[in-house]
């Protein structure tokens, strides 16, 4: 495999995984829990109905053994969709989006000490598992612009997964729905997510890259990626909240990152789902997006009520 194609096949994961969790999303397969309660809230407005589904962007089998509540709702759905749309074409547009204009390299842009600890970190990661791809994903790195190392810093432990094909939920969700011939779509165009990051200015994604190098090299200084995992399978809303607070860099630019990459887009995908229920009013929609579009200030179902809906969270 090329070093363009795996950047390919790979990026749109890695975006998945940061705006869904704030890069901590690599934790290590175990048996299955059940969740107390899924990130799952269903209820309509007039005659739409709507189910409102959490996600969190690995292919992690404990992830993709959705409870019943959520298969249900799925299958009830007429129209299901994601974040963005995930078949080929947006794919590949995402990948090109996250990868620095020509002649420009990462190790130019944050400095060879910072991305030689980046390296270090991959050879961690991926050396017991997959050697051979160590060589291939430190030269993808070196493309990608510093948000997007820092995204990639979130799934480096599924990476060998993420090369051999294996899909993450939501788009294992896209394709279930397209293949069972509902319709499908996304609440946000390519260029629109990841415009997200674009309005960080160089050093400030430099500074949110080396956040989470420290992270990574100081254990303990926030929420692990196995217990942020964990506390998804279990439904705890709480504890994925307190994660919030735990953006990356000072306390302005932590204020500017949920601004921007959670509530600015949660306003926009309220807006986005209302206007398919003004054209279908009857429509029975599933929305699957990141856990975190439904849990803190301006999350999803606080905006969609003020809409119109009557959401309830689902119960086991």
Excluded at 79 to 89: C, K, L
């Amino acid at each position: 495999m090329t070093e363009s194609m795996a950047t390919r096949r790979t990026a749109p994961a890695v975006l998945m995984a940061v705006l869904a969790l704030l890069g901590a999303l690599t934790a290590a397969p175990s048996a299955h829990v059940a969740p107390a309660a899924p990130f799952l809230w269903e209820g309509q407005a007039g005659t739409h109905r709507l189910a409102l589904f959490g996600t969190i962007h690995v292919p992690d089998a404990r992830v993709l053994d959705l409870p019943p509540a959520v298969r249900a709702a799925f299958a009830r759905a007429d129209r299901v969709v994601t974040e963005i749309p995930m078949d080929g074409s947006a794919q590949a547009a995402m990948a090109s989006a996250l990868m620095l204009p020509e002649p420009q390299r990462l190790r130019t842009v944050i400095g060879e000490a910072r991305f030689t600890r980046l390296e270090a970190r991959v050879q961690a990661a991926l050396a017991p598992r997959a050697p051979m791809a160590v060589p291939l994903l430190v030269g993808m790195l070196d493309r990608l612009k510093p948000w997007a190392a820092m995204a990639q810093l979130a799934s480096l432990e599924y990476l060998p997964d993420l090369l051999d094909g294996k899909v993450p939920l939501d788009a294992r969700i896209y394709a279930d729905a397209a293949s069972a011939g509902k319709r499908v779509g996304g609440l946000e165009t390519v260029a629109e997510q990841a415009a997200v990051f674009d309005v960080f200015t160089a050093d400030e994604q430099t500074q949110m890259l080396e956040s989470a190098l420290r992270d990574l090299e100081s254990p303990g200084n926030g929420p692990t990626s196995a217990s942020l995992v964990q506390s998804y399978l279990e439904g705890d809303d709480a504890t994925l909240t307190a994660a919030l607070s735990h953006a990356p860099g000072d306390a302005a630019l932590a204020r500017k990152f949920q601004a921007e990459v959670l509530v600015a887009r949660n306003h926009r995908m309220a807006e986005r789902i209302d206007a398919l229920r003004r054209d279908a009013p009857a429509e029975a929609l599933f929305v699957a997006v990141g856990a975190l579009h439904l849990v803190g200030p301006d999350n999803l179902p606080q905006l969609l009520t003020a809409r119109g809906y009557a959401l309830t969270r689902v119960k086991p």
